[in-house]
């Protein structure tokens, strides 16, 4: 269980003046899922494709399964799964000669590659499909079948780069329960997203990037552990009289207070009756309010508080 499956040291990849890798660092353990999180161009597609030697760099190791990883390494190459960010299927064939065709590269045997092909096909949930071209595809079904071409040689470690970009909600979710599948039946997942709820719900690792470097990596409970928020509490209320706002900031644990459009937002840090003291504050000075919630931090709160900016872009 604690065998290093990947190691990167010191890695520096630059494009032109662009540093995309910044002296990154990264070990993943065998039977891991390991996400890589971040925001639009931090680095993740360029750390995969460092890591699988499509991509030379300027400085840095990088061991997979104990030994050097270089362009000609087929013996690695052969054991690892890759599904990229955009599909890479042949249109001219089905989704059976698809799977087929990727599995041929490593499995030579007839016999066990129907096998594979058939259980690859049962894993995504194609059964029904294995005779249609990718065109006839939904964009969610074109994902599974990019997956069932990666992973049908049953590889041991698994490498997914932003899997469910523009998937439906059902697509996305069997997405995710698939890997939890791969890992528990062996495979060691190292799953690059910047939607943080798909890497807090599969992933346990993870390390977020910024700009090409690693800015925290742990589980998420030590990530949220490593920031001051604890808890964010909201409270709609109509009217907020200045000296009562400035009342609740001072209260113990509370170290933001804001009060913008009709909703009091508390941000806490430590304390176990936090909310109970506001309340008792609002009915001190009889004022009514609306909903009330309290939130624990998000990995999103733990990168805007290392980095001072979401994690992700309103439109996702
Ligand atoms: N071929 C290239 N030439 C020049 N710059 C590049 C190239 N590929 C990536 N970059 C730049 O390198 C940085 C890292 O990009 P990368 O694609 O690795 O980020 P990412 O975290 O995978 O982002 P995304 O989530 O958008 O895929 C970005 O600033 C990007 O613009």
């Given at each position: 269980m604690e065998n290093t499956v990947v190691r990167i040291k010191d890695l520096v990849k630059r494009y032109g003046d662009l540093?995309?890798?910044?002296h990154f660092e990264l070990e993943i353990k065998d039977g891991e899922i390991f996400g890589l999180l971040g925001p639009n161009g931090s680095g993740k597609t360029t750390t995969i494709n460092c890591l699988l030697s499509l991509l030379s760099f300027d400085k840095g190791d990088i061991e997979i399964f104990g030994k050097k990883m270089t362009p000609v390494s087929y013996d690695i190459k052969k054991e690892i799964g890759v599904i990229m960010q955009n599909v890479a299927v042949f249109d001219e064939l089905t989704v059976y000669e698809n799977i087929d065709y990727f599995c041929g590269l490593y499995i030579s045997d007839k016999a066990k590659r129907r096998q594979y092909v058939e259980e690859a096909i049962k894993f995504v949930g194609l059964e029904d499909f294995r005779k249609f071209y990718p065109k006839k595809l939904s964009g969610g079904l074109l994902r599974r079948l990019n997956i069932a071409c990666g992973i049908a040689h049953k590889p041991k470690l698994i490498i997914l780069d932003e899997p469910t970009v523009a998937v439906d909600p059902q697509s996305r979710n069997r997405i995710l329960e698939g890997i939890q599948e791969l890992n528990r039946n062996g495979a060691t997942v190292i799953y690059t997203s910047h939607y943080m709820e798909e890497v807090e719900q599969i992933c346990t690792r993870i390390a977020i990037m910024d700009k090409g470097r690693k800015v925290a990596e742990g589980t998420k409970d030590e990530l949220k552990r490593m920031?001051?928020?604890t808890e964010t509490i909201t409270i709609e209320i109509l009217e907020l009289p200045g000296k009562v706002l400035g009342e609740v900031a001072g209260l113990p644990h509370i170290y933001d207070a804001d009060y913008v459009d009709g909703r009091l937002v508390l941000s806490c840090s430590g304390g176990k009756h936090n909310l109970t003291r506001v309340l008792d504050v609002l009915h001190k000075h009889e004022l009514g309010f609306g909903r009330v919630y309290t939130e624990l931090p998000t990995l999103n709160d733990v990168f805007l508080e290392i980095t001072g900016k979401a994690l992700r872009d309103k439109e996702d």
């Amino acid at each position: 269980m604690e065998n290093t499956v990947v190691r990167i040291k010191d890695l520096v990849k630059r494009y032109g003046d662009l540093i995309a890798l910044d002296h990154f660092e990264l070990e993943i353990k065998d039977g891991e899922i390991f996400g890589l999180l971040g925001p639009n161009g931090s680095g993740k597609t360029t750390t995969i494709n460092c890591l699988l030697s499509l991509l030379s760099f300027d400085k840095g190791d990088i061991e997979i399964f104990g030994k050097k990883m270089t362009p000609v390494s087929y013996d690695i190459k052969k054991e690892i799964g890759v599904i990229m960010q955009n599909v890479a299927v042949f249109d001219e064939l089905t989704v059976y000669e698809n799977i087929d065709y990727f599995c041929g590269l490593y499995i030579s045997d007839k016999a066990k590659r129907r096998q594979y092909v058939e259980e690859a096909i049962k894993f995504v949930g194609l059964e029904d499909f294995r005779k249609f071209y990718p065109k006839k595809l939904s964009g969610g079904l074109l994902r599974r079948l990019n997956i069932a071409c990666g992973i049908a040689h049953k590889p041991k470690l698994i490498i997914l780069d932003e899997p469910t970009v523009a998937v439906d909600p059902q697509s996305r979710n069997r997405i995710l329960e698939g890997i939890q599948e791969l890992n528990r039946n062996g495979a060691t997942v190292i799953y690059t997203s910047h939607y943080m709820e798909e890497v807090e719900q599969i992933c346990t690792r993870i390390a977020i990037m910024d700009k090409g470097r690693k800015v925290a990596e742990g589980t998420k409970d030590e990530l949220k552990r490593m920031i001051k928020n604890t808890e964010t509490i909201t409270i709609e209320i109509l009217e907020l009289p200045g000296k009562v706002l400035g009342e609740v900031a001072g209260l113990p644990h509370i170290y933001d207070a804001d009060y913008v459009d009709g909703r009091l937002v508390l941000s806490c840090s430590g304390g176990k009756h936090n909310l109970t003291r506001v309340l008792d504050v609002l009915h001190k000075h009889e004022l009514g309010f609306g909903r009330v919630y309290t939130e624990l931090p998000t990995l999103n709160d733990v990168f805007l508080e290392i980095t001072g900016k979401a994690l992700r872009d309103k439109e996702d």
